[in-house]
């Protein structure tokens, strides 16, 4: 049998760091297994879901590497994958609970339920809802279906024991009649998530469900949907949920949360993945924990999944994104920074990436590098940029050989190596601090560093009376 996956947000808002995870984990147990990753956007939230948010997300998993196999703009015989493309499916099959007494409506008002909820809280009971129109005559129902009542349609939940054999969680059993009879198709004709997913799941063939454990509560009912409609549920594996450094659910109070904001700050995709792979999964004994997604796939398995919440920590992201820095090409670098190719550019990169900890800090600085300054600062000495000028008759090939370029006209000049670093920084960059001198003089090259200088000469009071 085939593996089948999926991934199924909602287009509510941006990708969040726990729901990429769960994207991440389900492709990795398909590319393991040689299965198929499916995508499914669940868009029926008519108020909140947004084309913009489906685009951001989809760019999100595209930038993180995680190609799907099916999709809304993949195609495959499953579609279509979005819910709000699947709506007459759902009604029918809510047609076919109704004539089989499974199903039955509901005529509550928001504000009834708000006071059957009030008054079991007050009595001391869990809040669900008591099934008063399970016990309508269908005379009373067709009389208001007729007459234009609104009217939500809620499963008749069976009171048997249901058993989850859980791929992570073990085995969790519910009892059906702890269970209310919730809502699966709503007033305004959209189906509830639970009763979409169950329809989704079983409709697109998927074999096992990887989700966070915040969804445990909503297995029974989903299997008990899928058993009513026909069909035997998929498997379930469900992940601890990623927590931040207090403990507490990962939220903005823990700073960024989404995949855009790390993408923004500089992160690179497979240093976030990378990461994201390690929290709540652990690789086998004397695995390199600095792994690209092909050699994570090749590792992951659901058993070195923990049952315990990870906790996000926003230094060992930075520590693996500076692992990933250093392994990537100096090409593959320029084309994550959006920069022109340049020998320039390029050996900006190669020196840049040694110490950075993510692509932001790497753009700003060669963007003040290839910035030529206005004007010296610091106040740089004549004598010393006359004779680094003349120095530079040939382009250092390396930073070592500018290093040692620097040392030789210090020897020269009798002056300390400071105040010669000050003098060239200053006129080279127009900024008091910043990279070391050798490599500025390496990632300019002789011909810019040459430029530089005659402007910066010439623009000195002493270059009147001297050349």
């Not at 549920?233 to 949360?257: E, M, N, Q, T, W």
């Not at 590792?299 to 230094?315: G, K, N, Q």
Request: charged share 25%.
């Amino acid at each position: 049998m085939t593996v089948r996956v999926r991934f199924a947000p909602s287009p509510t808002g941006s990708l969040h760091i726990g729901n990429a995870r769960t994207a991440l984990f389900n492709w990795l147990f398909a590319r393991r297994h040689d299965g198929r990753f499916i995508l499914r956007i669940e868009d029926t939230d008519r108020e909140r879901s947004k084309p913009e948010f489906e685009a951001e997300i989809l760019q999100d998993l595209r930038w993180l590497g995680l190609r799907w196999d099916e999709g809304p703009d993949a195609g495959g015989e499953a579609g279509p994958y979005r819910q709000s493309e699947r709506l007459s499916a759902y009604r029918a099959a809510v047609d076919r609970l109704l004539d089989e007494g499974k199903a039955y409506h509901c005529f509550c008002t928001p504000e009834a339920l708000e006071a059957q909820r009030r008054e079991l809280l007050a009595r001391g009971f869990p809040p669900r809802y008591d099934r008063r129109c399970r016990a309508l005559p269908s005379e009373e129902v067709s009389h208001r279906r007729r007459a234009g009542a609104a009217a939500a349609v809620r499963f008749v939940m069976p009171p048997d024991r249901i058993q989850v054999l859980d791929l992570v969680k073990g085995d969790v059993q519910f009892l059906g009649s702890d269970l209310d009879d919730f809502v699966i198709l709503r007033a305004d004709g959209t189906p509830s998530y639970n009763f979409a997913a169950a329809m989704d799941d079983c409709r697109m063939g998927v074999t096992l469900v990887i989700r966070g454990d915040d969804h445990l509560a909503n297995t029974p009912r989903q299997m008990a949907v899928a058993r009513a409609l026909g069909w035997e549920p998929p498997r379930f594996a469900h992940v601890p949920l990623i927590h931040g450094a207090d403990g507490g659910p990962l939220s903005k109070r823990h700073g960024a949360v989404t995949v855009a904001e790390h993408r923004a700050a500089g992160i690179l995709p497979e240093g976030l993945a990378n990461y994201l792979a390690l929290l709540g999964w652990s690789p086998p004994p004397g695995t390199n924990e600095v792994m690209d997604l092909p050699t994570l796939s090749r590792h992951f398995a659901l058993d070195r999944v923990s049952r315990s919440p990870a906790r996000f920590d926003a230094e060992r992201l930075a520590w693996f994104n500076r692992q990933h820095l250093r392994r990537a090409s100096v090409e593959r670098l320029i084309e994550q920074l959006g920069v022109v190719a340049t020998p320039l550019t390029r050996r900006a990169v190669e020196v840049l990436r040694r110490d950075a900890s993510g692509l932001a800090a790497i753009r700003e600085s060669v963007s003040a590098l290839m910035e030529e300054p206005a004007s010296p600062v610091g106040g740089p000495d004549y004598a010393v940029l006359v004779a680094a000028r003349r120095a530079l008759a040939e382009e250092p090939a390396t930073e070592a050989e500018a290093g040692s370029l620097l040392d030789e006209l210090g020897r020269q000049l009798g002056l300390p190596k400071r105040a010669i670093m000050h003098a060239l920084r200053g006129a080279l960059t127009g900024r008091e601090h910043g990279l070391p001198v050798a490599s500025i003089l390496y990632i300019l090259g002789g011909e810019e560093t040459r430029r530089r200088l005659e402007r910066a000469i010439g623009a000195l009071p002493a270059a009147r009376g001297a050349s």
